[in-house]
């Protein structure tokens, strides 16, 4: 994907955030690159590694 932004004359007097989704960006002023990460947040215990067994019908 290839974005043209031609910035004109930007003035901010102040800024309340007063909620952030789970996937937000929120920029003011310029900038050359953006990096975008991730994570996920989830509880050590909860997480399985390795082979799953299925399940098989007892009787």
Known sequence: MDLHVTNKELVVG????????SSSVFIV???QVINLS???D???ESLI???IEP???EG
């Open 14 to 21: 102040s800024i309340r955030v007063t909620g952030v989704a």
């Open 29 to 31: 002023g310029d900038t």
């Open 38 to 40: 991730s994570v996920f």
């Open 42 to 44: 989830t509880p050590p």
């Open 49 to 51: 590694i390795g082979p």
């Open 55 to 57: 399940l098989t019908a």
